[in-house]
């Protein structure tokens, strides 16, 4: 008899269960190595393309469903009969209004798909998101704030004079390499305080320009529309 109860209550629980996996979010997309296109997900009852440039983090894609995202290069799989074609990618989404996603590929290699949560409450207008893709320890200084990141890791700089007013920044990027910092790159950057930054550092071809930026940017994701009653 508790056998039994035990298997109605789980039962009954699966369905909660599935509802309380669902989320609702935003996507941004970025290639790192190549640009990448033809995929799919799910969402209103439809399948939607999905793609990472090179250039940009374009419009945010729109996204309710469950936190496991399925990514498909045909937009019917998602209506497939078992045996479904085994999926492009699957993603566990962080629980966040807005989600970066760096798509890794390269040539023939299999894609590769990282999520990063970039919340409002987290990632303020006129916040850096710092992402260290060269194989070196760095340090990164924006004005007087400074941030070490190792090959890999990324980190955040925020200062409270960065989100009042258009302002000069200056930036500069060391090689962290013994006691001291060797400085690598020194400028001037335009700040912009209603914009949320991302600054992907990689390694560079030359040896009087180990490092090379890509900088990009995106607004503020609006609050969330209340639920209908």
Known sequence: MKTFLCLIFTIALFPLQAIADEIRT?????SIHEPVDGLYYWHDDEARPLAGSLAGLGQPYPYH???????HRDPHAF???????PPAAVINLPDADRVLLLLFKRRDSPLKIEPIPVDTDGLRPGDYRVFNFSTIPLVIGLDEEFLTLEPGANG??????????TSDMSVRVGVSIGDRPRLVYSSVWGHYPGRRNFVFLFDGQ????????RRMHD??????????P
């Open 26 to 30: 935003e996507f941004l997309a970025l």
């Open 65 to 71: 469903g469950p936190s496991r995202l399925i990514l």
């Open 79 to 85: 209506l497939e009969e078992p045996p479904v074609t």
């Open 156 to 165: 955040q700089l925020t200062h409270s004079n960065w989100r009042q007013e």
């Open 206 to 213: 030359q040896r009087s320009n180990p490092i090379v930026f």
């Open 219 to 228: 607004w503020p994701a609006p609050p969330p529309r209340p639920e209908a």
